[in-house]
């Protein structure tokens, strides 16, 4: 049996990428082939901290929307981007890269860029309590130290498992999944600031 889609683009639940016009080549020749053409996109960059996963390691992650509103709204491949920025000569720098899933039009789109040099986090855990047989409160510390000379937000993630709750915190939190919450901390230049927070975990 055979069964024939007559969007050429939207292929079952695939998406096929069209190519400005025909291509020559010769033999065993390779030649690289832009699907969009340059754009300018208005992007975030944003600094994130993961101490139980990175260490002292703050990372830069730049966002943007792919929205026509932001310059794109076109659906975009899987694979590696990478990001450049100006230097006072004029010329560009490669400042980092990231691989991206296929990106449906309207969807946001996250990249990790590499770690940020002036930003350094500390994670401590300050104390452990058994509550009961099956409860227990930990308490924690995340520090991040700007050796920097602009402030900068920070945002730190933290992951919880099983079945928690906050007791106590010194600034509030966003819970984005049911494992993850993520606090936002300000940090002005060349000063260190802190967030502590206290767990409950029932087993």
Not at 163 to 173: F, G, M, P, Q
């Amino acid at each position: 049996m055979t069964l024939l889609f007559e969007d050429a683009l939207d292929l079952f639940a695939y998406h096929l990428y069209r190519i400005a016009g025909p291509i020559d080549l010769d033999l065993l020749e390779t030649v690289q082939v832009p699907l969009v053409g340059p754009i300018q996109v208005h992007v975030r960059r944003a600094y994130v901290y993961d101490g139980a996963r990175d260490g002292s390691k703050v990372r830069v992650r730049v966002e943007f929307g792919n929205e026509k509103g932001r310059g794109l709204g076109t659906p975009l491949p899987a694979g590696r981007v990478r990001l450049y920025a100006a230097v006072p000569s004029g010329a560009r720098t490669l400042v980092g890269e990231d691989a991206i899933g296929h990106t449906a039009a309207e969807e946001k789109i996250k990249i990790l860029s590499g770690i940020a040099f002036d930003l350094v986090g500390d994670r401590t855990r300050l104390s452990h309590t058994r509550v009961t047989r099956n409860v227990t409160e930990d308490q924690y510390k995340i520090t991040i130290r700007n050796r920097g000379a602009k402030p900068a937000t920070v945002t730190i993630i933290e992951t919880l498992y099983g079945n928690w709750e906050i007791t106590a915190k010194s600034s509030d939190y966003r819970k984005r999944e049911a494992d993850t919450v993520e606090f936002d901390l300000e940090i002005g230049a060349g000063q260190t600031s802190a967030v502590t927070y206290t767990a409950r975990f029932t087993y």
